[in-house]
Each structure stands twice: as structure tokens, then as C-alpha cells.
């Protein structure tokens, strides 16, 4: 059974940084790319970041560019994401989900952790 466990959400203030984990089983973690999406409440769904598989590649959204850092540790089946500079508009539920190869979409996801930047 796959599972993604994303844990480090937390209230910050504007200007601080969390580290976000998400630790992955069921599955050959390092075959397949994975990301962060992020949810505002009562808004769509918000690509953040992408990583390939082995960490050779990264990709992000513009507004990401420069504060946000995704990293993996394929020995250990955890997915991360660096975030400084935090912005209250960066407040939302991050999820990591699992890359469905050649389609352009993620099959797996996690359950979440909450960010809230505010003072």
C-alpha cells in the first residue's frame, strides 16, 4: 500500500522558514519523480515544486523561485521541502504526491501538513 506522510507544517511568522517531510512507502520511492502541490482554502489546487528521481532536476514555480529549496533522501524514502522568506500568502495545506510517469499527473498524495504564516 502506498503511503505519503508529510509532517514539519507549523505557524511562522512572515520572513521565517519550515522544513517540510514527506516520508513515502509502498513503493520503489527512487523510480519515480515527485512534488509538492499546495492548497489555499477555498482556492484550486497549486503546483509548488518538482523533483526527479534521483535529485538531478528540480523544477518550481515562479513565485517558489528563490525561497522554496526540494531535496530527497532516497535512502531514507523522504521527500523535503526547504521554505524561507515565508509570505502569508505562502499560508496553505502542502501535500507531496507521487508522479504518475507519462501523464502528467500524480496518482498518490498525502493527507497534508498546514502552513500558516502570520504575525
Known amino acids: 500500500e502506498v503511503q505519503l506522510v508529510e509532517s514539519g507544517g507549523g505557524l511562522v511568522q512572515p520572513g521565517g522558514s519550515l522544513r517540510l517531510s514527506c516520508a513515502a512507502s509502498?513503493?520503489?520511492?527512487?523510480?519515480?519523480?515527485m512534488n509538492w502541490v499546495r492548497q489555499v482554502p477555498g482556492k484550486g489546487l497549486e503546483w509548488v515544486s518538482g523533483?526527479?528521481?534521483?535529485?538531478?532536476?528540480?523544477y518550481y514555480a515562479e513565485s517558489m523561485k528563490g525561497r522554496f529549496t526540494i531535496s530527497r533522501d532516497n535512502a531514507k524514502n523522504t521527500l523535503y521541502l526547504q521554505m524561507n522568506s515565508l509570505k502569508s500568502e505562502d499560508t496553505a495545506v502542502y501535500y507531496c504526491?507521487?508522479?504518475?510517469?507519462?501523464?502528467?499527473?500524480?496518482?498518490?498524495w498525502g493527507q497534508g501538513t498546514q502552513v500558516t504564516v502570520s504575525s
Open positions: 523533483i526527479s528521481w534521483n535529485g538531478g532536476s528540480t
Open positions: 504526491a507521487k508522479d504518475l510517469p507519462g501523464f502528467g499527473a500524480y496518482d498518490y
Open positions: 509502498g513503493f520503489t520511492f527512487d523510480d519515480y519523480s
